[in-house]
T-cell receptor
Framework: GAVVSQHPSRVICKSGTSVKIECRSLDFQATTMFWYRQFPKKSLMLMATSNEGSKATYEQGVEKDKFLINHASLTLSTLTVTSAHPEDSSFYIC??????????????FGEGSRLTVL | RKEVEQDPGPFNVPEGATVAFNCTYSNSASQSFFWYRQDCRKEPKLLMSVYSSGNEDGRFTAQLNRASQYISLLIRDSKLSDSATYLCVVKQAAGNKLTFGGGTRVLVKP
């Protein structure tokens, strides 16, 4: 089946630094990927939709200058948390939808990246 | 009112018992519905899609009630491994956006 890989799975950084998270579709091309954030015991909150070759679409309340998204190829999207602060500590998950016969509409998630900002 | 609402639980279920829970959605134009399972500190994984006529996959049965705008998930003969958080996911008619419910936590105990 389709697989989405996310890296790193865990990162600890100092306040003020920037952190990049990669999301790769391993056996399919994804023109669209989604970035979610999840707080403990809460549901996933869509942050932005990453579009290959064009600007990402951000959800209301999500700062685009804070969370930089780049989708330069059909298999890779990156999320960069710039000037991270402790309140940015969270579980970030990417996903992509496979639109082909037999797997139409299914959303595959990366393994998630747990960010801790000290 | 939230777009997608779920009872957070936890539902404490004896092993072998049946448990069922619902998810309500506010947008009547919602098009597609899914149940995802999320284990602690892991990514969500698709459990099953929900079809208009209802569908079953082994011990799991999903139902859609468009008139009352809710979907349900029933788990029969619960196993210890069914312990997880079950996320209701709704897709609107237009666009790719999926909206997640807050999840229902299920704990199956011996």
């Amino acid at each position: 089946g389709a697989v989405v890989s996310q890296h790193p799975s865990r990162v600890i950084c100092k306040s003020g630094t920037s952190v990049k998270i990669e999301c790769r579709s391993l056996d399919f091309q994804a023109t669209t990927m989604f970035w979610y954030r999840q707080f403990p015991k809460k549901s996933l909150m869509l942050m932005a939709t990453s579009n290959e070759g064009s600007k990402a679409t951000y959800e209301q309340g999500v700062e685009k200058d804070k969370f930089l998204i780049n989708h330069a190829s059909l298999t890779l999207s990156t999320l960069t948390v710039t000037s991270a602060h402790p309140e940015d500590s969270s579980f970030y998950i990417c996903s992509a939808r496979v639109l082909r016969e037999g797997l139409s509409g299914e959303l595959f998630f990366g393994e998630g990246s747990r960010l801790t900002v000290l | 009112r939230k777009e997608v609402e779920q009872d957070p639980g936890p539902f404490n279920v004896p092993e072998g018992a049946t448990v069922a829970f619902n998810c309500t959605y506010s947008n009547s134009a919602s098009q597609s519905f899914f149940w995802y399972r999320q284990d602690c500190r892991k990514e969500p994984k698709l459990l099953m899609s929900v079809y208009s006529s209802g569908n079953e996959d082994g011990r799991f049965t999903a139902q859609l009630n468009r008139a009352s705008q809710y979907i349900s998930l029933l788990i029969r003969d619960s196993k210890l491994s069914d312990s997880a958080t079950y996320l209701c996911v709704v897709k609107q008619a237009a666009g790719n956006k999926l909206t997640f419910g807050g999840g229902t936590r299920v704990l199956v105990k011996p």
